[in-house]
């Protein structure tokens, strides 16, 4: 298990000060070159990146943050007691990466982090020319932004086939680490598929040993032919700075988001309504399935998509749309990222029998959006089912899954919890948990059902 705290998002904040510091550096004196001759009997990648970073881009993000003061300060009796002025917001600058994916009409692919809280985004292309950006949409569960700039004779860097991609691969990271500009590292691609990391709800890394430093965030990862495979987004590191470990969002999950960033201009995730594990070898094993590797189906939600369409508990799904499937994770991924109304071919096995079951994705409850910041945040739920409320005695809210580390799982709720009531006022659906929770309490008594025994948890 990863040390969570020591993953860290690599946009770093500069002052004028320190930037002023930066690109005081001067360059030392140019080298001679050699005949033309002999450098063309070198191996280089000085064509390909010729091509490819003048698509690369520099991000500077003004956002505003309270002036720090004494704590009494922020207190509205106070103030109006010594008759203080209102607190007043400073400036704060941030700086990062970001890749242009379509010249024509402007379009910048960056992290959700970056651009953050911006109150004002400028690019910087590597002519020199600054642009002001405007913010198309963002997500924060992939951590993909999407900018929209305008201007002539822009470049672009192909989005590549992420899913291709082997371990071993070389690949070149390209960004604008500690503000010093365009900066360019190479390595290979160390593992795929990393996630656990706690830093996105929906991860599948690229790990690279390319070097990955503060301000690289949504940089570009590409490989040896130029194309974009990677949008680069955290480290692994007890410093701060590289050490080896990079991770980068594929390039297919990053172009997934920003069709539908661009015709919805949020993502509108799609769900089934079904529970899914690692089928381990150990369950396999008792399950006497072999070494068959999946996901596998815990349960079905009643009157859902899945249910539909006939997926039962103990299906193994094996791949969709003839992709192989390598786990829960990698499930859950696919379909977090279908837009709704979209049929998907599950292919799945059931005992001795293997059969393509078509489904549906239907609109995940977007609703949880507006729960951030609460004891919830962190929480997948949904309405009980009418069977559920039957078993427990009247309507509620189930959790599906509690996100390690999250504000609800410091809350003490757990998966399966089924709230009853908050603060005494009952609970039917997700849209009655964010009326209850609107005015931000200071305490909340949750009633609800665990393992089938009534419990009363306190939050604060």
Same mark, same amino acid.
């Given at each position: 298990?990863?040390?969570?705290? &020591?993953?860290?998002?690599?946009?770093?904040?500069?002052?004028?000060?320190?930037?002023?510091?930066?690109?005081?550096?001067?360059?030392?004196?140019?080298?001679?070159?050699?005949?033309?001759?002999?450098?063309?009997?070198? =191996?280089?990648?000085?064509?390909?990146?010729?091509?490819?970073?003048?698509?690369?881009?520099?991000?500077?993000?003004?956002?505003?943050?309270?002036?720090?003061?004494?704590?009494?300060?922020? %207190? =509205?009796?106070?103030? &109006?007691?010594?008759? +203080?002025?209102?607190?007043?917001?400073?400036?704060?600058?941030?700086?990062?990466?970001?890749?242009?994916?379509?010249?024509?009409?402007?379009?910048?692919?960056?992290?959700?982090?970056?651009?953050?809280?911006?109150?004002?985004?400028?690019?910087?292309?590597?002519?020199?020319?600054?642009?002001?950006?405007?913010?198309?949409?963002?997500?924060?569960?992939?951590?993909?932004?999407?900018?929209?700039?305008?201007?002539?004779?822009?470049?672009?860097?192909?989005?590549?086939?992420?899913?291709?991609?082997?371990?071993?691969?070389?690949?070149? *990271?390209?960004?604008?680490?500690?503000?010093?500009?365009?900066?360019?590292?190479? @390595?290979?691609?160390?593992?795929?598929?990393?996630?656990? +990391?706690?830093?996105?709800?929906?991860?599948?890394?690229?790990?690279?040993?390319?070097?990955?430093?503060?301000?690289?965030? !949504?940089?570009?990862?590409?490989?040896? %032919?130029?194309?974009?495979? @990677?949008?680069?987004?955290?480290?692994?590191?007890?410093?701060? *700075?590289?050490? @080896?470990?990079?991770?980068?969002?594929?390039?297919?999950?990053?172009?997934?988001?920003?069709?539908?960033?661009?015709?919805?201009?949020?993502? $509108? &995730?799609?769900?089934? !309504?079904?529970?899914?594990?690692?089928?381990?070898?150990?369950?396999?094993?008792?399950?006497?399935?072999?070494?068959?590797?999946?996901?596998?189906?815990?349960?079905?939600?009643?009157?859902?998509?899945?249910?539909?369409?006939?997926?039962?508990?103990? %299906?193994?799904?094996?791949?969709?749309? #003839?992709?192989?499937?390598?786990?829960?994770?990698?499930?859950?991924?696919?379909? #977090?990222?279908?837009?709704?109304?979209?049929?998907?071919?599950?292919?799945?096995?059931?005992?001795?029998?293997?059969?393509?079951?078509?489904?549906?994705?239907?609109?995940? %409850?977007?609703?949880?959006?507006?729960?951030?910041?609460?004891?919830?945040?962190?929480?997948?739920? &949904?309405?009980?089912?009418?069977?559920?409320?039957?078993?427990?005695?009247?309507?509620?809210?189930?959790?599906?899954?509690?996100?390690?580390?999250?504000?609800?799982?410091?809350? !003490?709720?757990?998966?399966?919890? +089924?709230?009853?009531?908050?603060?005494?006022?009952?609970?039917?659906?997700?849209?009655?948990?964010?009326?209850?929770?609107?005015?931000?309490?200071?305490?909340?008594?949750?009633?609800?059902?665990? $393992?089938?025994?009534?419990?009363?948890?306190?939050?604060?």
């Amino acid at each position: 298990m990863f040390d969570t705290a &020591r993953v860290r998002r690599i946009v770093a904040s500069f002052t004028v000060a320190a930037a002023a510091i930066l690109f005081s550096i001067s360059p030392g004196p140019a080298q001679t070159s050699g005949s033309s001759a002999a450098s063309a009997s070198l =191996p280089t990648l000085a064509p390909m990146l010729e091509r490819v970073t003048p698509a690369v881009v520099n991000i500077a993000v003004v956002s505003r943050a309270p002036v720090q003061d004494n704590p009494l300060y922020g %207190d =509205p009796n106070f103030r &109006r007691f010594f008759k +203080l002025p209102e607190q007043q917001q400073q400036a704060r600058m941030s700086a990062g990466s970001g890749v242009i994916v379509d010249a024509a009409k402007g379009y910048v692919l960056t992290n959700h982090h970056v651009i953050d809280g911006g109150t004002e985004i400028s690019v910087t292309l590597k002519d020199g020319r600054q642009l002001a950006a405007k913010l198309v949409g963002s997500d924060k569960e992939t951590d993909i932004a999407l900018l929209q700039i305008e201007a002539k004779n822009l470049a672009a860097i192909e989005i590549g086939d992420s899913n291709t991609l082997k371990v071993g691969d070389y690949v070149v *990271a390209i960004g604008n680490p500690f503000g010093l500009g365009q900066t360019v590292t190479s @390595g290979i691609v160390s593992a795929l598929g990393r996630s656990g +990391l706690n830093i996105e709800g929906y991860e599948d890394f690229i790990q690279t040993d390319a070097s990955i430093n503060p301000g690289n965030s !949504g940089g570009a990862l590409v490989s040896l %032919d130029g194309k974009l495979i @990677g949008v680069n987004t955290a480290i692994l590191s007890p410093a701060g *700075a590289n050490v @080896g470990i990079g991770f980068a969002v594929p390039s297919s999950m990053a172009a997934s988001v920003m069709d539908q960033l661009i015709t919805h201009g949020k993502v $509108e &995730r799609g769900r089934l !309504g079904i529970g899914i594990q690692d089928l381990t070898p150990d369950l396999a094993e008792a399950l006497k399935l072999g070494d068959l590797r999946g996901a596998l189906i815990a349960n079905v939600e009643r009157g859902s998509a899945a249910d539909e369409a006939g997926l039962k508990s103990g %299906d193994v799904v094996i791949a969709t749309d #003839g992709r192989a499937v390598h786990g829960a994770t990698d499930l859950r991924n696919r379909i #977090g990222l279908t837009p709704a109304g979209r049929t998907i071919r599950l292919t799945v096995k059931r005992g001795d029998d293997e059969m393509v079951i078509a489904v549906t994705i239907v609109a995940e %409850d977007r609703s949880m959006a507006d729960l951030s910041g609460t004891p919830f945040d962190g929480a997948t739920m &949904r309405a009980a089912s009418s069977e559920e409320a039957q078993q427990t005695g009247g309507p509620g809210v189930v959790i599906e899954k509690v996100e390690p580390g999250s504000a609800a799982a410091r809350a !003490g709720l757990r998966d399966g919890d +089924l709230i009853l009531a908050v603060n005494r006022t009952p609970v039917a659906s997700v849209a009655d948990l964010q009326r209850a929770t609107a005015a931000r309490p200071a305490t909340l008594a949750l009633e609800l059902v665990r $393992e089938g025994a009534g419990l009363l948890l306190v939050v604060r």
